[in-house]
Nanobody, 124 residues
Framework: EVQLVESGGGSVQTGGSLRLSCVASFQVYNLGDIAWFRQVPGKEREGVAAIYIRGGHTYYADSVQGRFTISQDDAKNTVYLQMNNLQPEDTAVYYC?????????????????WGPGTQVTVSS
């Protein structure tokens, strides 16, 4: 069983930055796609960034393109999400997901493992 733990969330003002970390209990190199999703109360969980670990290919939702960067550190079994120019609409609980076994990389059911989430709050 792979365990994922997110950290790095917090409260920032508009325009600020945060870096989220997702540490895996298993070698990330063997986990295929790893993605970051976010969710606000009453709304569906949405994918914001994904990385195909073995090729390093990255993918972003239109809403974060140019502001967020996903990256990996295989030696630390960690995937990061650097978030710059944060806006109030980025406020959400951010989740790390790993090991996509089927379906779209933006599909919640496509991922086998999930972390418990970390809260990001952006104030205006």
């Amino acid at each position: 069983e792979v365990q994922l733990v997110e950290s790095g969330g917090g409260s920032v003002q508009t325009g600020g930055s945060l870096r989220l970390s997702c540490v895996a209990s298993f070698q990330v190199y063997n986990l295929g796609d790893i993605a970051w999703f976010r969710q606000v109360p009453g709304k569906e969980r949405e994918g914001v960034a994904a990385i195909y670990i073995r090729g390093g290919h990255t993918y972003y939702a239109d809403s974060v393109q140019g502001r967020f960067t996903i990256s990996q550190d295989d030696a630390k079994n960690t995937v990061y999400l650097q978030m710059n120019n944060l806006q109030p609409e980025d406020t959400a609980v951010y989740y790390c997901a790993a090991d996509r076994f089927s379906g779209s990389r933006w599909s919640v059911p496509a991922y086998k493992y999930w972390g418990p989430g970390t809260q990001v709050t952006v104030s205006s």
